[in-house]
């Protein structure tokens, strides 16, 4: 059998899985499609929140920025997993005392303003579809190299089958098909790392092969791929070379955004008790870190893996021939991914080989001269390509590829589709229900819905074809987005009586427009490539880079709130009373829809 | 008068934890993983140094401590002060 019919056979028996669960569990009332009744135990429901939020950007994108650039993107995974301590230590317990379904019914109430409800909307609008682009950039990756077609073709068909997906499920059918998710994302993530470590270390566990031995040289593996990356001029692998300012802010972008993404949170919203919410978090956070304390060792294997094969005698001997790519089943994963237009090689010095290396280094370029080379030959290698070729490029069996196919799917189908919820429930139910059509019926409401979610993704797939970065680091501006407009004012709205609807409502709008601004000015107005004024090579402030500017934008929210609060009139009394009661968990019961 | 004096204690028990929480949160991710590492190059793991394993490893495992610590404490708070569900 080839390896395209193991990948079908895969990707088709997990989809018929996850289509199979969500029609046996099908939404039917307005409350179940947003937040699946309240029966949801905080395993499961931690499960599910670990398969919705380990999205393209965890699962095909992090681990090849992490492989690329090594300890300076350990960001990502410092990031991505702090967020959850502020989650479960600053919103999650009183979000579900407070028991409403959106956080924007909660920013409502608690600022009581309509006008703090719909910045919050939009907010959360703004940010969600930035997220959405970058699920489409892994989504467009993964189907482009499952149906070898070229990535655009990949995209559309993957635009499709997100929307259908989103549309037929609900979150209920969500719920229990993200369960199922999960267990396939992450068996498809680790199974082959546990190959890759063997074959490396000799140690099963990957996360410990990483600080192991290298078998082939006896050498510590992080010590054998310094030693090696810095032979071709390339950094080296543990060190620390980026600005740390932008790499502390960047880091505390990430996570003050996790906190403040809306289709995170709302998860929380769904178990049964306060004392659950403290317990999903962290239960949560363990079925992250499964896969977030292998993602550093599948980047660091795989850096060392591809080196090895345009190197296979060592960094000072011959580098592969273009006749061993074209010819030799080891290399046939580079025809495969030529196809999708994200990989590609060029014999520019004309010798019959392939020398990859750091041309930009100075002094790499002397050895490079003296040997005939002619700049580094392996011209493309898109990061978003590393995780699902992974497995090829280490020679596992064909049923790992098709496994690998099906999670890098599974991960961008199952957020795509929770953040497609968050926004059409954004649209209709906080927008049209909550401000302009109170009397909308529940049959137009899903209707309703149902066109944001199109109009969503249409949005995404078109952005998605020139997108502004890798999937993770277009996801990385969403999460600065969150960052910067709804974290402060969820937090103040919990932690401080003092704060009232003019300082949200003025919080949030700086937050957002600021972070906003500083992003078009960087990646292009609405992230149309060529619109830009500065680069995040050359940034306007410093070295503050567009992706890590959201801890700044937080940090203007909250100083505007105060200050403005500080000068208008307290919040009234009914305000206070109802800041004092989300903060005890007495009394929690079951939520209930309020407009 | 009585409860309201016993949810301010118990208000401020929460800010203490979440305060000690927050500070061991910086220490390991922005402490330990990136401003302070080369104060623990000299301890060496696996062919590099603490402070790597700290960016990629160690302070995701303190991170899931911290949780569970806070809702073990928490939820013992709770019935001290009588505010349970």
Known sequence: MDQFTVNLLFVGASFALYIGIAIWARAGSTSEFYAAGRGVHPVTNGMATAADWMSAASFISMAGLIAFTGYDNSTYLMGWTGGYVLLALLLAPYLRKFGKFTVSEFIGDRFYSPTARLVAVICLIVASTTYVIGQMTGVGVAFGRFLEVSNDTGLFIGAGVVFAYAVFGGMKGVTYTQVAQYCVLIMAYTIPAVFISLQLTGNPIPALGLFGDHVASGEPLLAKLDQIVRELGFNEYTAHHSDTLNMVLFTLSLMIGTAGLPHVIMRFFTVPKVSDARWSAGWTLIFIALLYLTAPAVGAMARLNITEQFWPNGTSGEAVSVETIENDEAYAWMGTWQKTGLLGWEDKNGDGKIQYYNDANAAMQEKATANGWEGNELTNFNRDILVLANPEIANLPSWVIGLVAAGGLAAALSTAAGLLLAISSAVSHDLLKGQLTPNMSEKSELMSARIAMAVAIAVATYLGLNPPGFAAQTVALAFGLAAASIFPALMMGIFSKRINNKGAVAGMLVGLLVTLLYIFLHKGWFFIPGTNSFTDADPLLGTIQSTSFGAVGAVLNFATAIIVSKMTAAPPKEIQDLVESVRVPRGAGAAVEGH | ?85
């Open chain 2, 1 to 85: 008068m009585s409860e309201n004096s016993d949810n301010n204690s118990y208000w401020s028990a929460n800010i203490r934890t979440i305060q000690i929480c927050l500070v061991i949160w910086a220490l390991v991710s922005f402490g330990f993983g990136i401003l302070l590492r080369p104060l623990l190059s000299g301890i060496s793991v696996g062919g590099t140094d603490l402070g790597f394993w700290f960016a990629q490893q160690g302070s995701i495992l303190v991170f899931l401590a911290l949780i569970f610590f806070y809702a073990w404490r928490m939820n013992k708070l709770d019935a001290e002060h009588g505010v349970e569900e």
